[in-house]
């Protein structure tokens, strides 16, 4: 299956067309571009992933595209994109969780184990993160908490509720009895408040947004007329 996917959660935007069979998904072509909005560069990076790799959109199978939580305004240019895209040339739409992709680069960067957590953090603005809290199975993210919307000093206590504890990948094995089980952080969030997300030096140095390579691996279709960004919070526009 070739699926065509993007990324616009946070202020990098991320486009990637892969073949994904079964649990394997090769990269045929990607780029991504920091931006001060999105609507003046995505139609620009899906041209050029399509370009380099000498295909088109009809030619794809799928569309798939982050639902964010993340930028308000970017989560609806992409997804007015994919849905444009997929009602046009009659595909399907797949989405999947801003969070979780970014939480699976985390896994595939860092080499975490099965059974290891990570929390993605991305700066939400206004004084808040978004946070998910994931743990590592089969490889792949799995939720074990609700994605949220709350202010970066009550970050570890949305970790501490859920049984985590905020320390690096590399402290796992020197957790202390009666602490939490260790979690591994990374994203925009961590970076813009580095005081309150974790203790200092517990931040992994990984990428901190998601690629489209990790939405078009954890992508599931979706109702194209339905669906919609997961903002965790009220959308400033209505």
Do not use: W
Not at 61 to 73: C, I, M, N, Q, Y
Not at 175 to 187: D, E, K, L, R
């Amino acid at each position: 299956m070739r699926i065509l996917a993007f990324d616009t959660a946070t202020m990098t935007a991320s486009v990637a067309l892969v073949d994904r069979d079964g649990d394997q998904v090769t990269a045929i072509a990607a780029d991504e571009r920091e931006v001060t909005t999105h609507s003046d560069v995505l139609l620009e990076l899906v041209d050029s992933v399509l370009a380099t790799a000498n295909t088109t959109v009809a030619a794809v199978d799928g569309v798939a595209v982050g639902v964010g939580p993340g930028s308000f305004t970017g989560l609806r240019i992409a997804m007015a994109t994919a849905k444009g895209l997929c009602f046009a040339e009659r595909k399907p739409l797949l989405v999947a969780s801003s969070l979780a992709a970014m939480a699976l680069d985390v896994i595939d960067a860092s080499g975490l184990d099965d059974g290891a957590r990570v929390a993605p953090v991305f700066d939400a603005k206004k004084g808040e993160v978004f946070a998910g809290l994931f743990e590592v199975r089969d490889g792949l993210p799995e939720p074990i908490a609700d994605e949220v919307a709350v202010a970066p000093e009550d970050f570890a206590a949305f970790v501490a509720e859920h049984g985590g504890d905020v320390v690096s990948a590399s402290e796992q094995g020197a957790a202390a009895a009666g602490i939490g089980a260790p979690v591994s952080i990374a994203g925009t969030g961590a970076l813009a408040y580095p005081d309150d997300i974790g203790p200092a030096g517990t931040v992994l140095r990984v990428r901190h947004t998601p690629s489209a390579l990790s939405i078009a691996r954890l992508a599931v279709e979706a109702d194209t007329a339905a669906a919609k960004p997961a903002y965790r919070r009220p959308p400033d526009i209505r």
